[in-house]
């Protein structure tokens, strides 16, 4: 009997991975507004996963199986003093369902099995830790660990009689024309927020036709450079309030409460300023894949390398955070080209290979060719791109000048963006139309009086 529902049982789950496989997966962030009792729930709710996971740690220690049916928990209480012995108190669940605390057990599980191969490939492993906050509890099941009422704009957990509003649900429903899946999800804490991440598959869209593209380059301080001399540049300078808040937890005491609560707000402005961040490079995004239909082109790069030449100031910009979500788009909207590709030393004329230092902002060869060094290598970047394209999309052509001047409106619309575009050092080649804009800076030409010490530079040019 129990062999029969096994089998059953594992059917159904081939059965959903099969159908999941040709869906498109994605993770979408709801947020929960709550009442003072409902907050009184949600923290205990946090409260009871954090001391289950504890426990569990114990049992690991004791050499005692896993559990998650817990009635009752032995809570560790903190002692007086450090000589005295530790004391456990038993403590009732109240709010925690047995489908949660399951979850919590599996995410050990999960844990440990991850441990176990890292330590089979002979890296160096410690062990679990003890938890000060638990900050994530999965809902396993949509309709049975929790439930979201499109209807009503609202969320039910089980075991619990009340509901949450949810924010940003049209979200949720904009996907439902797309044969819409609901899966599992996350209740996060995060500060006094409460967020639910839920898992969606939809169906994966037809394929889009391009018929324009536009290659990126990826820089420091100009942080996008586009193929049409179009420089994009956003940066989030850290705000005065994480400043404020770093000096605070410098001077607290370790281990106090006052630490506890300095680092509490550090990480609230942390928080803030990378939404900034995300709201600006979602925007971007959207802006160039949705309203303008491009296929883009884009590098690899290594952002690891860079962080050992700038330093912090590459954080700031958040471009490994992009270029991870260009990656995940499917490989009909955007081409990645490999990391070893020379865009920046590349001579698209001659084919030579120049070192060029990164204080050189202009690329000059011995053959004589003369360019913008960033909008050179985006340039490489797209001819190198086009090689090898899926024939499917057809040909794709750059973008005209009528295009690009729109885009740059565009772009400028978004705050903490600023978008212009640079003459081509005025030397290679001219503006097909000769649209000039307000807009159009020039900074590169002024400072070139184009000395031309070509191949003699020092060595640590790099690809930005
Ligand atoms: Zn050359």
């Known amino acids: 009997m129990q062999e029969n529902e096994l089998t059953t049982r594992q059917k159904t789950r081939l059965e959903t991975k099969a159908r999941r496989k040709a869906k498109l997966c994605r993770v979408i962030q709801l947020q929960l507004m709550y009442s003072k009792n409902q907050s009184h729930y949600l923290n205990n709710l946090f409260l009871e996963a954090k001391w289950i996971y504890n426990d569990n740690l114990n049992r690991l220690k004791n050499k005692q199986p896993l559990e998650y049916k817990y009635k009752t928990v032995n809570v560790r209480l903190r002692p007086p003093t450090k000589t005295e012995p530790i004391i456990y108190e038993e403590r009732e669940i109240k709010y925690l369902s047995s489908h949660m605390q399951q979850a919590i057990k599996e995410k050990i599980e999960i844990s440990l099995k991850g441990l176990k191969t890292h330590k089979n490939k002979g890296v160096k492993v410690g062990s679990l830790k003890y938890k000060k906050e638990q900050r994530c509890i999965r809902l396993k099941e949509h309709n049975n660990t929790y439930t979201i009422d499109f209807n009503k704009n609202k969320l039910r957990l089980q075991c619990y009689k009340g509901a949450f509003k949810l924010r ?76 404020k808040c770093c000096k605070k937890v410098s001077r607290t005491k370790k281990g106090s409460k006052n630490r506890w609560k300095a680092r509490k707000n550090l990480r609230k402005a942390y928080k803030k300023e990378n939404n900034q961040k995300k709201d600006v490079q979602n925007k971007v995004l959207s802006l160039f894949l949705k309203k303008f239909n491009l296929f883009i082109i884009i590098q690899n790069e290594n952002i690891k390398g860079w962080m050992n030449q700038h330093g912090k100031s590459i954080q700031q910009t958040g471009i490994g955070s992009l270029i991870k979500l260009l990656k995940n788009e499917p490989n009909t909207n955007v081409k990645v080209v490999d990391r070893f590709f020379p865009s920046t030393k590349l001579c698209p004329k001659c084919g030579t290979k120049n070192k060029i230092p990164l204080s050189q902002r202009i690329y000059i060869c011995e053959c004589g060719f003369v360019d913008d060094r960033d909008g050179k290598s985006a340039r490489c970047i797209a001819t190198e791109g086009l090689k090898n394209i899926p024939l499917e999309l057809g040909k794709l052509e750059s973008m ?23 003459n081509r050092c005025g030397l290679h080649r001219i503006n097909a139309c000769g649209v000039e804009t307000s807009t159009l800076v020039d900074t590169c030409v002024e400072e070139a009086s184009f000395d031309v010490e070509t191949g003699s530079l020092s060595s640590d040019a790099m690809g930005s």
């Open 168 to 243: 940003g649900l049209n979200q949720l429903k904009e996907l439902m024309d797309q044969d819409l899946e609901i899966a599992s999800a996350d209740l996060i804490k995060e500060g006094d927020k409460f967020y639910l991440n839920v898992c969606t598959y939809t169906n994966k869209k037809q394929k889009e036709v391009h018929k324009e593209y536009v290659s990126i380059d990826f820089g420091c301080s100009t942080q996008l450079t586009l193929d049409s001399d179009v420089k994009i540049e956003y940066k989030a300078e850290p705000s005065e309030r994480r400043k």
């Open 400 to 422: 005209n000048e009528v295009r690009i001047i729109l885009l740059m409106e565009k772009l400028n619309q978004i705050p903490r963006v600023k978008a212009y575009k640079t």
